[in-house]
């Protein structure tokens, strides 16, 4: 769903834009409530977990593909506001390095992506944790319905977007149809990779997941006849452990999914592309800004050999994303170190 440049007119993009710049300097604001010692290191995998698995393209219909967009699967695993900040970078790094969504349209990708998903997909997990029983499988059964959810949100939230600038005169209506019917099916692949992936993590070390913080029930006693949360008992031994081994992993699993997998993802166009080239909406695209960019559409410049090409091209995008993510995120703890006062008790508690 990255919106090339010549989709939406000028204006709204300007207006997305500053929507964008807005929510970004929230989640740096409410990031600092989210990311401890033990969770900030794992954003910025978060981010480069995000932008490798990006790369694999999954069919869902006839001459149409799929990605992850991954709102979802940030905002449960580190937060919303920092889920929204992992997206972002993402989209900057594609826009810049891999000339993916384009420049001129970067608010209206960090809103569609980053922002709808992420607020639509925590709203929903939240709801249903509430609901269900309290359990592993619940954090799982409820990553699922959120992720699914998230992406025809995001599809309903770009015709929405192309109603009120977009740059060619096209029937709403069918537009609409389509970019939802086809953005259901990428949600179902959407929903099992987030699934999947934030079942592994809780299965390993639930207290690096920030959506499963409520699992461990608080003692609660009964003093004079009325009852009572105990006092916070000292953390548990698993989460004094060092996320490293996680990290690790994760890293080694995204290089390989970027510089290896990815050679095996659908060539077929995805679903925004799909609906563009069927519907005219492309008529008006404009070529992207950084369309010679050493790595524009993921591939090494003049490296002949097509696997080895999108192989570095993918292991350079992974390497660059952590690298901007985590100093992002670095810096988000340092400033939550120097103002505690950002910091809430209930944060602090629940991590």
């Known amino acids: 769903m990255h919106v090339p440049d010549g989709f939406i007119d000028a204006p709204t993009s300007a207006v997305t834009g500053v929507v964008a710049a807005t929510a970004v300097a929230v989640s740096l604001r409410g990031a600092r409530r989210e990311l401890d010692e033990r969770t900030a290191p794992l954003a910025g995998l978060v981010a480069a977990f995000i932008f490798a698995v990006q790369m694999l393209n999954f069919p869902v219909a006839a001459g149409t593909s799929g990605h992850l967009l991954g709102g979802a699967l940030a905002a449960i695993l580190v937060g919303p506001f920092t889920g929204v900040l992992c997206v972002s970078v993402v989209l900057l790094m594609q826009g810049i390095l891999f000339a993916d969504g384009g420049l001129t349209a970067l608010g209206v990708n960090i809103t569609n992506m980053a922002i709808v998903t992420t607020v639509v997909a925590y709203a929903v997990f939240r709801l249903l944790v509430k609901v269900l029983p309290r359990g592993r499988r619940s954090i799982t059964v409820a990553s699922f319905a959120a992720a699914l959810l998230s992406v025809p949100a995001a599809a309903l939230a770009f015709t929405l977007m192309y109603a009120v600038g977009g740059t060619t005169d096209v029937s709403l209506g069918k537009v609409a149809t389509a970019m939802v019917g086809v953005h259901v099916l990428i949600g179902l692949g959407e929903a099992t990779i987030t699934a999947l992936t934030v079942g592994a993590v809780v299965a390993v070390r639930p207290d690096l997941v920030y959506g499963a913080r409520d699992l461990r029930q608080r003692l609660r006693l009964r003093v004079n006849g009325e009852l009572v949360d105990a006092p916070a008992a000292e953390p548990a031994p698993v989460a004094a452990r060092s996320p490293r081994k996680v990290w690790a992993v994760g890293l080694v699993t995204s290089l390989v999914l970027a510089g290896f997998v990815s050679f095996y993802a659908s060539a077929n166009p995805d679903g925004l592309e799909k609906v563009a080239a069927d519907h005219g909406i492309d008529k008006k695209a404009e070529d992207h800004a950084?369309?010679?960019?050493?790595?524009?559409?993921?591939?090494?410049?003049?490296?002949?050999?097509?696997?080895?090409?999108?192989?570095?091209?993918?292991?350079?995008?992974?390497?660059?994303?952590?690298?901007?993510?985590?100093?992002?995120?670095?810096?988000?703890?340092?400033?939550?170190?120097?103002h505690p006062a950002d910091v809430s008790p209930a944060s602090t508690s629940g991590a």
């Open 290 to 338: 950084a369309a010679d960019s050493p790595l524009a559409d993921y591939g090494v410049k003049d490296v002949t050999d097509a696997r080895l090409s999108g192989g570095l091209a993918g292991v350079i995008g992974v390497g660059v994303t952590v690298v901007a993510g985590s100093a992002v995120f670095w810096a988000v703890r340092r400033r939550r170190t120097a």
